[in-house]
Each structure stands twice: as structure tokens, then as C-alpha cells.
């Protein structure tokens, strides 16, 4: 259990745009703060974080809420975790007690395998760091690749003891259970017997944005060559390598900062140059690269520097990734290291200004890159030349912006000395057959194109009391414990017997005023959640007498804060042009709060009054009354009141 002070801190001092920050690349818009979606894949931001109301809404995907909200769907934290994490960021004292066997039983099954990661990756630093044959094997290999002390702590690098089951006899003892240990991949088990996977090797903990471990890399020590070099943990439910990047965990700030991501092949290329001062780099961890590792970064950053070794061979793998990168629509450019070099020992080799001026003077565009290498192997051979060009049109075609391709078309106009129109022909050509290709693997899954004509397409139905009971809970959250003066109109016969609304006037809290009203009308919310929200809100307004929304959405149910913020960060989504053609009404910058509350009341009367005008005269047709008479009476009664409703709201039924 978290003591509530802790948790009252936490909510205090953590700022909400810092900690997304650290997740997604943040831009001012106006008060609020504009992002691409962490949730959903994306070339336009719609996320949007409120630093006033300490709330944030992702758009394209529909969640929402605080801080904590933030943590639990991004990095899959439970309460307590997102709470920890904060505190941890924030140096809040948090005091945890330790987890006995029966609370690691309860824990879910993904948590489990975080729980016993995070152990695995103690252990294996304790054996790098307190055992002799961790210093002698692991620690000596570290040393002699550079890494100083500082740097194998911040990596959190380690060894696994070259003994068959060290690390898993140590976790079976501490409480763990062995198939967690399977299904995270640090024990392998063959009938009755289990074995550490890692034996013998040093360890690289892969992290996630938030600094999770979700698995481990490993390097063989020995010259044993029926044993791979590196070893990665299998896929499990925490890892999946081709949605990871080693390194993001300390290189997100960089990124966002430096606005830029430089992308290399292994993890002790990423340890070298953050050790020589570059930060903002981050590995592929061996595999190639994909689509779900250039959204992580795109997160942070729309340019990527992609960092070749020397190696012909690793460069014509990695310009595969190039096209990938050039398809999500990011700037891509290209540096390559001497002859005999990589990042690692480059960066090993010179001080941080020789290493930034090397990058700045050598790095070039993707074209001029692709260009220079395969003319090499093309050479004087026309043939080579033609399927050259073609290839790099074939790049340019991925890139999703029209302008961008144009100025890449004439740019390779330009190195290889062919024709702009022969290029442009090349690129529609190639272009059009990716669309056929589309369309056929659209036709084999028996999914025919729709074309349907603009122009008689709906727009969808407004539905009038769901925004009206929307906007009654906005002023609530608003302007619920404001005291205003209210002109209210009582309803009475004048002196020729005809029914007229009489002001009167008097000064009362906004949630007041709408509760006396809904009840003196008993009018009740129809959508279930505005309802319980409306519970909720009246309760707490008529207890305090300060309202803050980032402290009340702090305190109540997950389902129902994400509502509010949806409401709250959503607050232009239903004010489209005419809407008192609808007779729905938007608050207006001049306009009183006295009277923008007045005037959703009335808006909500008014719509009622034609429901129940609606529902007698249906009646009267399908002669459903006794006495049309006395239905047709009270028709005109309502159509009289709504006639005074509309003339107070300035409005033309």
C-alpha cells in the first residue's frame, strides 16, 4: 500500500508535459502542447497534453486522462508502478515494502515476467560487479572495450556466471517461479532439467522508453564457434524486439532536444558514443530494421541519421532500412565511417568535438549516399547504371510528401545526368504499380473498392440532448462553484389569461443553479456516464469550496476521469459552424457564464418541449387519445412555451 501522502506529492510536483516529453516530442499550440499519437500510427499530431488542467487526449486512438493515466496504457504500469516512477523522476520519498511470496503469486501474469526481469538484470549486475568471476571475465571485457565505471552503471551492463543454472537456482530461491523464468527466456527447460540461457556471458539490458527491462542481450566470452556471438532473449508477452530500439531509454531527451536520431547497428556503439558525449543514438539491437522501431523514434523526432560501418555489406543491408524510413514520411540522411571503422571504435578514438565535426562534414542526403555507393559497383556497365537510377526513383517513390519527391527526382537529375522527364516518368510508373498491387491484394482478400460518390454522402445526425448534457457537465467542471447572477423566468398567466415569462433575478453558485433546474423540470441525463459524472460533480461541488479539475480527476475512477478529459480537451470537436441552426448552443468569448449556463438550460428545455410536441402529435395521428381535443390543446400550451423560450434566447423557430 502507498501512503496517500506520497501519492498527494506525486500528483503535485509531477508535471504532466515533462513526463510525456520523455515519451513523445512535444510542440507549443497556443496553452496546450501538440504531439503525434503514442498509441497509433500517424503523420498528422493529434495529441494533445494540457499543462493548466494536467490532462492530455490522444485523438486518433480516444484515451485520455492524467499523468498516471499516461504511464498505465503507455508503459503498461500498474497503479502503484506509475506511481513509483513518478516519484523516482521527481526524488519524492517512496517507501516500499517488500513483496511476500503470496502478493508475487497474485501478481498478473505480464507482471510477473517484469518482476523477474528486473531481477535477472540485478542479479546479473551483482555477479559483474561483487563476484570474482564477474570482475575477472566480465568486468576485464568491459574495461578493455573503454566502458568506465560511470558508464557501466548507467547501462546497467553484467554478467551471467559461466555455471549451468546460477541465475536460476538464485530466482527459484528468492520466490520465483519457473515458468516465468521459461517465459521470459532467461531459463530454458528441457523435461526435468532447466539451464540459464545466458551462461557465460556479458549482459545488455534492453529497456523500454520508461527504462523497463523487457529482455536481455548477451555476448560469448570464449571462442566457442558452435555458439552464437549474441543472443537475445526470445519474443515473449514484455518483448518484442522488432518494436524496441536499444538505447531509447537514455537517448529520448537527446533525441527530442538534438531533434535529431542517430541510428547504429549494435549495442556497444550506442555505449561508446554516449560515453564520448552523443546521446541521441539508439541500435536496431542486430535485426533489421522495421516500421514499428521508425514510429518509436518518430515519436521523438522527424530526422534520423543512419551511422554505416565500413563494411559493404552491412551498408547494402542497412540502405534496405532507408526506403522504410523514407515511407513514414522522416528525413533520412546518411554518414560512413573509414575504412576499418564503426560508430564503436570511432567513437572510441576521438574526443567529442573530433567525433561532431566528423558527423557534420561527412553526413550526406540518402541520394547523394545511394548514389556514390552503388556507382561503385555499377561502374562504366549501362545496364548496372539503368537498375541504379531505377533504384533510387524506387526510394524516392516511397516518400509519402509530393513536394519532397519532386526535389529529390530533380536532385537525382542532377548526380546521375538523366533527364528530369524520364525520371518523373520512371517514378508514375512506379508509383502506379504499387496502387495495382494494392488493389490486387485487396481483390484476393475479397475486399472490393468502394467508390462512392462525394456528394451523397450524409452527414451524420447531431445528436442534440448528448451535446446538450455535455456542455452541462463543461460548465460544471468549468464554472461549478462560481456564484453568479442568474435571471431566472417563472412561468405565469398575465392579465389576459395568456402564459408569459416573468424575470427574477438572484445570485447563486452555477452548480446550484443547474441542479434546481434539472430537478424542478425532472430532467435526467439519458447518456449513462454524463449521469454519473453529473452525480459525482454535484456531490463534490456542494462539499468545498475550491474546485480543481487536476485534483479531482486525480481521485476518481479510470473510465470516468478519461470522460472528463475527453470533454474537457474536446472542447471545439462539437462547435461547428451553425450550430443554433441545430439549436445547440456554443459559449461564445463575450458572452456572460450567467448566461451561457441560462442558455443550455433553455436550449435543453426547449428541445424537450419538442420532443413531447413530437410524441403528441404522433399520438393524435395514429388516434392513440381518447380526446384529440385535450391533446391538441396542450400541442398549442408547448408550442406557446417554446415560442417564449425562443424569444428569450434570441432565436427564430
Known sequence: MIHKATIDAVFEIARLEEVIGDFVQLKKAGSNFKGLSPFSDERTPSFMVSPVKQIWKDFSSGKGGNVVAFLMEHEHFTYPEAIKYLAKKYNIEFEETEQTDEQKEQANERESMYLVSEFANTFFQNSLLKTEQGKAIGLTYFKERGFTDETIKKFELGYSPDVWDAFTSEAIKKGYQLSYLEKTGLTIVKEEKQFDRFKGR????????????????????????????????????????????????????????????????????????????????????????????????????????????????????????????????????????????????????????????????????????????????????????????????????????????????????????VSEDVLFDTLAQIRNSDVKDQHKQQKQQNKPLEVVKTETQKQPKVNRQYILERHIIKALLLYGVQEEEFEDLILKENEEGELVLEPEIHNIKVFEKIYLDLQDDEIEFTDQIFKDIYGILIEELNQIDEFKIESFINRIQPEIAAEITEIMM??????????????????QKTETISDYVNNIILSLRGFLIDQKINELSQGVKAQKFENNLTVLEDIRDYQTLKKLLYRKLNRVI
Open 202 to 417: 556479458v549482459m545488455f539490458p534492453i529497456q523500454s522508453m520508461s527504462g523497463r527491462v523487457l529482455g536481455f542481450g548477451g555476448r560469448i566470452l570464449t571462442n566457442d564457434k558452435k555458439a552464437a556471438k549474441y543472443l537475445n532473449s526470445p519474443e515473449s508477452d514484455i518483448y518484442h524486439k522488432s518494436k524496441v530500439l536499444y538505447g531509447i531509454y537514455h537517448a529520448k531527451q537527446a533525441i527530442a532536444k538534438e531533434d535529431n536520431c542517430y541510428l547504429v547497428e549494435g549495442y556497444t556503439d550506442v555505449i561508446q558514443f554516449n560515453q564520448t558525449g552523443v546521446a541521441n543514438v539508439v541500435s536496431s539491437s542486430g535485426t533489421a530494421l522495421t516500421t514499428d522501431q521508425i514510429r518509436l523514434i518518430n515519436r521523438l523526432t522527424k530526422n534520423i541519421t543512419v551511422l554505416f560501418d565500413s563494411d559493404a555489406a552491412g551498408m547494402r543491408a542497412s540502405l534496405r532500412g532507408i526506403d522504410l524510413i523514407l515511407e513514414q514520411g522522416m528525413n533520412v540522411k546518411v554518414c560512413n565511417f573509414p575504412e576499418g571503422e564503426d560508430p564503436d571504435s570511432f567513437a572510441k578514438q576521438n574526443t567529442l568535438d573530433e567525433l561532431n565535426t566528423y558527423l557534420e562534414e561527412n553526413v550526406q542526403d540518402f541520394i547523394s549516399f545511394k548514389a556514390s555507393f552503388l556507382q561503385q559497383e555499377s561502374k562504366n556497365d549501362p545496364i548496372k547504371r539503368a537498375e541504379l537510377v531505377r533504384d533510387m526513383v524506387t526510394s524516392i517513390s516511397k516518400i509519402p510528401d509530393v513536394i519532397k519527391r519532386e526535389i529529390y527526382v530533380k536532385e537525382c537529375s542532377r548526380i546521375m545526368d
Open 570 to 587: 474536446n472542447e471545439d470537436r462539437y462547435e461547428l459552424h451553425r450550430w443554433d441552426d441545430k439549436e445547440i448552443h456554443v459559449k
